[in-house]
């Protein structure tokens, strides 16, 4: 049994390191942080780690972010996770840029990945870490928005939300949910 980290974002190239795709760039600091290697995998990539005695499953699905329920549901399946050791990782558009939030449950709030998820499993109670993107786009311009990447003077901040991010799953791991929502909900 295993704490199951799913971090949401679109596959390819084109999608690296777009706002949409913050749930990919935490999951991928937290990994390189304990040098875990990625692997392709059924339904997405893989990465296993320890953390202080605390088996991790790190997982990034290349099912893209509106099917994302696919691959959790098929590696709840195989890591066999208490639901009190799923996280999920994404992008917030209704939270201020490099804020963090993380819940112990609740609605999809209009997230796509978020709401697939909680068609597929069946329930709205696990926990998510979502990463505020903020929603400075004009009408109509939601997706380019989403889509697009930080500039370079958002660059700094983006460093540290990834690096709070990183460590806020590792506070999840190790001191629960209670602690860390204490700590880092700000």
Not at 135 to 152: H, I
């Amino acid at each position: 049994m295993a704490f199951l980290i799913c971090g949401l974002g679109n596959p390819g190239l084109e999608y690296a390191h777009t706002r949409h795709n913050a749930g990919f760039d935490v999951l991928d600091r937290l990994a390189a942080r304990h040098e875990a290697t990625w692997q392709s995998d059924r339904h997405g990539w893989t990465a296993k780690m320890r953390y202080r005695g605390r088996d991790i499953l790190l997982l990034k699905p290349s099912t893209f972010m509106n099917l994302s329920g696919k691959a959790l549901a098929y590696w709840m399946q195989q890591a066999k996770p208490t639901a009190g050791q799923i996280l999920v990782v994404c992008d917030d558009l209704a939270l201020p840029p490099f804020r963090l939030r993380l819940r112990g449950s609740g609605s999809h709030g209009g997230q796509n990945g978020l709401r697939h998820i909680i068609e597929t499993i069946g329930t709205e109670g696990f926990a998510r870490l979502r990463v505020g993107i903020g929603s400075d786009y004009q009408k109509g311009r939601q997706v380019e928005y989403v889509l697009g990447r930080w500039d370079e003077t958002q660059q700094k901040e983006l460093e540290d939300c990834l690096e709070k991010a990183a460590d806020a799953i590792e506070s999840f791991v190790f001191a629960g949910l209670g602690d860390t929502m204490t700590r880092f909900n700000r």
